[in-house]
């Protein structure tokens, strides 16, 4: 197989479109086997397609007195049977055979599937002597705990693999940068060519997207836990997240793909807003976080038109300004770009929703404690402090200039703050000095930096103390959604704006970018409202209707 330089050769045609869905298997780790069937009813209840026994987990296991539990029938689900060796990334420390008699028997008793290691997959054949039972799919996996190797790596492995006589090839990898992945891609849409079953999985939060878009390549099952905590590998999502969330079920060869790309990237809500909205207008399109540390390459290495938009974040949205064939005139002015579309022909066009989502957000907020509505923006003449001085400190600087504000910059490194206060005609502080910033009453701040957000929930960018002078208080973090900094703000009678109104009025713009549709600002906004509780967005229509953009 030859290298692919990008993910454009990759996507599969529309041919390839009349094949099995992917399975969802939900792993049973349990350290009881009573309590691992209960995972496995749970795992049923939740939709899933099979369970994974992890027979390495359980503790004290005895294969002739714990397998006829396990297996008993009538079953609520399929059973994948591994047990795992320690030198595999499991927890099984003793020799092969007694392993190789437990996956005999647990073939014996009906199990619809046996993993077995590449490693002793010849030495378990030949214990075998060809007496694995029809009904028996057996798989044979490899794990590579340190990288993804090269695409033609990945294909000699696989012909490995397939040389044992496995029904179903496995190849896990690990992603040290997130274009890794697309070599798995590569794979896997290689072997749906040639009608190869293969589960081919990239572990660790880089090569997270392989596990949600498995089924646009052609990948024959994916994993999901049962709940956070009870992951089987790095970055595992829940089952729950794979359906409700990411619409699993529905994505196929021809779904367009959408994400969030930054680092860190995992706390974003964008990928539940906009998949509920996507699924509100029946969109074919799935919206994934992507952690990008190197954007030039990453747009590169995923240049399929499948790959059809991306918001970008912290410490993206500059250099996205570069990357991008062209710029809208405002992004251009700002130095930013927060959305990217790419267009039929491949090229990219970079947009900027924040500096409206943000500077509307504070403007309403303003307006909701005047008693009277004046048409004039209520940030002009005010003396308006931004902390931060990258992609949404410059947008924030932006549109409150347009508004009419005097603008200050504040910033942890000074020099930073100086350049972009000499790009927008106002004076820099660094953080220090705006501790003693008090050069009036009535001022307005706004924190574009990631302080305060979780897991880093008690930092915050300026003292109690020096909240005191400010009428208005804005943070851009939210998450949590009343951070350090609005909590005390409000204590010192500031009116707080949450950064959770910027994230939904600049997500309202990215989707009419992503789209073409128009929004409806309501029907956004109560999509918006399911934020803190995903797990009532039902996939497949089977939660309460919600509303349509």
């Known amino acids: 197989m030859a290298a692919a330089m990008s993910v454009s050769a990759v996507v599969p045609p529309m041919a390839a ?9 939900v792993p049973a780790t349990a350290r009881a086997p009573r309590e691992m069937v209960a995972e496995v009813a749970a795992a049923a209840a939740l939709g899933a397609d099979l369970a994974e026994l992890r027979l390495d987990r359980l503790a ?42 437990a996956l005999q028997l647990a073939m014996e008793l009906g199990a619809e599937y046996v993993d077995i290691e590449l490693k002793v997959a010849d030495k378990f054949m030949k214990f075998m002597s060809g007496k694995k039972p029809e009904t028996c799919k057996l798989i044979v996996s490899s794990h590579n705990y340190d990288n993804t190797p090269s695409a033609e790596e990945l294909g000699r492995l696989l012909a490995q693999i397939q040389a044992t006589g496995a029904d179903i090839v496995k190849i896990a990898t690990t992603a040290t940068e997130i274009v890794d992945v697309s070599r798995m891609f590569q794979i896997l849409v290689h072997c749906q060519e040639k009608q190869v079953p293969i589960i081919g999985l990239v572990m660790n939060s880089r090569g997270f997207i392989s596990r949600v878009l498995c089924p646009k390549f052609g990948g024959y099952l994916t994993f999901g836990s049962l709940e956070k905590g ?26 367009k793909v959408f994400g969030i790309i930054g680092n860190p990237v ?61 710029v809208d005139p405002i992004a251009r002015d700002i130095g930013a770009v927060n959305t990217i579309i790419r267009k039929p022909n491949g090229k990219l066009v970079g947009f900027n929703t924040d500096y409206v989502g943000a500077i509307s957000a504070i403007e309403d907020g303003i307006r909701a404690t005047q008693s009277m509505y004046s048409t004039t923006s209520p940030l002009a003449g005010r003396l308006f402090v931004v902390i931060g001085a990258g992609g949404a400190g410059k947008a924030l600087a932006y549109g409150a200039k347009e508004k009419g504000a005097r603008v200050v910059i504040a910033n942890r490194t000074f020099a930073r703050a100086q350049e972009l206060g000499n790009l927008i005609g106002g004076p820099a502080l660094t953080l220090a000095e705006l501790e003693n910033y008090h050069p009036e009453e009535g001022m307005i701040l706004a924190n574009t930096t ?30 949590p959604k009343e951070t350090r900094l609005l909590k005390e703000a409000a204590e010192c009678g500031a009116t707080v704006v949450s950064g959770l109104e910027m994230f939904i009025r600049q997500a309202m713009g990215q989707f009419e970018h992503f789209t073409g549709m128009p929004v409806v600002d309501g029907k956004f906004r109560a999509l918006a409202n399911s934020l803190d509780n995903p797990s009532t967005m039902k996939g497949n229509g089977s939660a309460a209707p919600k509303p349509r953009l």
């Open 450 to 479: 990631a302080i305060g957000m979780h897991p880093n929930v008690n930092e915050t960018p300026l003292s109690k103390q020096a909240l005191k002078s400010y009428a208005v208080v804005f943070d851009a973090v939210y998450t």
């Open 17 to 25: 479109l009349a094949r099995a869905r992917t399975l969802i298997c």
């Open 266 to 326: 995992g706390h974003s809500k964008s990928p539940i807003l906009h998949n509920e909205a996507f699924r509100s207008v029946g969109l074919n399109a799935v919206y994934v976080p992507f952690l990008v540390d190197d954007l030039a390459k990453f747009l590169q290495t995923y240049s399929s038109p499948d790959f059809a938009g991306f918001s970008c974040t912290i410490p993206h949205k500059e250099a996205a300004v570069r990357c991008c064939d062209e």
């Open 60 to 101: 004290g296991f005895a294969p002739r007195r714990d397998l006829p539990a396990l297996l008993a029938k009538p079953r609520t689900l399929p059973a994948l049977v591994t047990y795992r060796p320690k030198w595999e990334g499991g927890e099984y420390e003793g020799e092969d055979e007694p392993r190789f008699e």
């Open 230 to 255: 009870k992951e089987s590998a790095p970055a595992q999502p829940t089952a729950a997240d794979l359906i409700n969330v990411y619409n699993i079920r529905q994505i196929c060869p021809d779904t």
